[in-house]
């Protein structure tokens, strides 16, 4: 048996209509989970659960859903010397550097979806005050430079491939975070007219994450762009979105779990795609 493990009020539609597409049974956390099941698959989900193979282990989902802790491995990362995520600041070990900050700056806490929990501060005043709302809660948080994106897309990877692409058009463009939640729309980008800088470094994005499967949102500035962070529950509305992953999820069960090489070079969507699509 191959199941498709899911929490209350996350990834409902996207993991029905997975289901319907595939030899997956999607199971709710809260309910009974059958024994004897072979493929694993994680919805954001981090129960305990036994399997002969899990694709997104708990461990990988955990580091996902902390961004402050994804910030801190990605900061890490360049691609051809450059950062892949925007300039990010966390309190342990860049305390002394608050005041090199130049504003504005977003604040966020650790944390955090659909757009919320997130400050945009313009001088010193703005930041201690968010930085206090974050922190009365009981929550941890990080800081991140502005950068006054052009555009956003979600770059959705599984086995080390890209799967699908889609470009967000927010309800307003003026809005810090364009969250669809709050407005707006994923519009699915042909396979020619991908963003490859995107796809790279949302690949080496989820290589460090360690996730078998999730989205990255990666903005854009020019020529320049920058993950904002992994997602390992993304939601799919579109049938494309749905069949795509369901027939990647199907090669998985057929042919196994295994990564496959990261590539030398992407100068075309076939360099980086999933080879079940071609």
Not at 7 to 22: D, N, Q, V
Not at 136 to 147: A, H, L, M, N, Q
Not at 169 to 182: K, M, R, Y
């Amino acid at each position: 048996m191959n199941i498709l493990l899911r929490r209350r009020k996350l990834g409902r539609t996207s993991c029905k209509e997975i289901s319907a597409r595939t030899d997956i049974i999607t199971v709710r956390n809260d309910k009974h989970i059958p024994d004897n099941i072979n493929y694993l698959f994680r919805w954001g989900c981090t129960s305990n659960c036994q399997a002969k193979h899990t694709v997104n282990t708990a461990e990988a989902i955990a580091k996902a859903n902390d961004k402050k802790a994804t910030r801190i491995l990605l900061r890490e990362l360049k691609n051809k010397g450059k950062p892949i995520i925007p300039q990010t600041w966390v309190e342990e070990d860049d305390f002394d550097t608050w005041e090199a900050m130049e504003y504005p700056v977003i604040i966020r806490a650790s944390y955090h979806a659909q757009g919320k929990a997130l400050f945009f501060c313009k001088d010193d005043e703005d930041f201690i005050n968010a930085r206090n709302k974050i922190t009365r809660r009981g929550k941890d948080f990080y800081v991140s430079e502005y950068i006054a994106k052009e555009a956003e897309y979600r770059v959705f990877v599984a086995q080390g491939r890209v799967v699908w692409v889609t470009k967000k058009t927010p309800a307003n463009p003026a809005d810090i975070a364009w969250n669809v939640a709050q407005g707006g729309r994923f519009d699915n980008v042909n396979w020619k007219e991908w963003p490859l800088k995107a796809c790279r470094i949302a690949l080496m994005a989820m290589d460090a994450v360690g996730l078998d499967f999730g989205g990255v949102d990666v903005m854009q500035k020019g020529k320049d762009f920058y993950v904002l962070e992994v997602n390992s529950a993304p939601s799919m509305t579109s049938e494309y979105r749905q069949t795509t992953t369901a027939k990647v999820f199907q090669h998985i069960i057929d042919n196994g779990k295994e990564h496959y090489p990261s590539p030398e070079k992407i100068n075309s969507y076939k360099d980086c795609i999933h080879p079940c699509l071609l």
